[in-house]
């Protein structure tokens, strides 16, 4: 594969990692340009519904591509961004129901792993403002191991204007503040729940908490100032169980 024929698509992009590009693949709603696998790796089994032919490239291929930035296992794919129809199709379609909501949150990894977190406790979208988002990061879609694929990502102008539109739709708004006095072990889910996080320094925003219906913390020791972000979506997720309680209260 030539430099030529890399920059032949300009909108498209490369990811890494066995996972993800399988992932990636097998995912109907994505695009996929083409994928390639490590010469190497020629007898490693890989499931490929779509019948994307595959291509095989060297070492020099991959580092090309990935700078030894990431472990791409010998795996990358060339892929489309998925443009998603916007919050309110959703809202009418009656299709999310649990909510994610990133203020002021950039780490790309971070962003990874929150997504991938937010996949395996039973959240079904992703809010974050365009500028703090890199659609393209193979960082991000490492670090997610394929779960981009299985969460609707909204990016948007002003997170504050889209907790309005949630609000609208009975959504409860749930915002995570080290400082807060009610513990998130005594939040009762609702059926629908907006889980606002910020950045470890900032926090979120003061116009963020005024539209919170409930302010939460995580309890933790006094020895430990605070948590990484990623590490804090994982806690307040695993208290939360939503995968359980749908289970419970869900009639549809």
């Known amino acids: 594969m030539s430099q030529k024929k890399l920059n032949k698509f300009n909108s498209a992009f490369w990811v ?3 996972h993800v590009v399988e992932a990636t693949i097998n995912n109907p709603r994505r695009k996929i340009i083409k994928f390639a696998i490590n010469i190497k790796q020629k007898n490693t089994p890989f499931v490929n519904k779509r019948n994307i032919k595959a291509e095989y490239a060297n070492d020099i291929f991959f580092k090309k591509i990935f700078k030894n930035e990431i472990p791409h296992q010998g795996f990358a794919a060339l892929i489309e961004k998925i443009e998603e129809k916007n919050l309110k199709f959703y809202l009418n379609e009656n299709k999310i129901f649990n909510i994610i909501a990133l203020d002021g949150i950039t780490d790309p990894r971070n962003i990874g792993s929150i997504i991938r977190t937010s996949v395996a406790f039973g959240f079904d979208a992703l809010l ?3 500028k703090d988002f890199n659609a393209k990061s193979y960082s991000l879609f ?3 191991s394929g779960s981009t694929e299985n969460i609707i990502i909204f990016e948007v102008s002003n997170i504050y204007n889209e907790i309005k539109i949630l609000k609208s739709h009975n959504f409860w708004i749930v915002g995570m503040d080290g400082n ?3 513990s998130i072990y005594d939040y009762k889910t609702q059926l629908k729940n907006v889980v606002i996080f910020g950045s470890e320094g900032q926090g979120i925003k003061k ?3 005024l539209s919170c219906d409930t302010i939460c913390k995580i309890p933790i020791s006094n020895k430990i100032e605070s ?3 990623s590490n804090a979506v994982a806690a307040t997720l695993s208290i939360l169980d939503l995968n359980n309680t749908h289970k419970k209260n869900r009639s549809f």
């Open 227 to 229: 948590l990484n972000v």
């Open 180 to 182: 807060a006095q009610q």
């Open 142 to 144: 490492k670090a997610a």
């Open 128 to 130: 974050i403002n365009k």
């Open 207 to 209: 116009i963020m908490q």
């Open 16 to 18: 890494g990692g066995k």
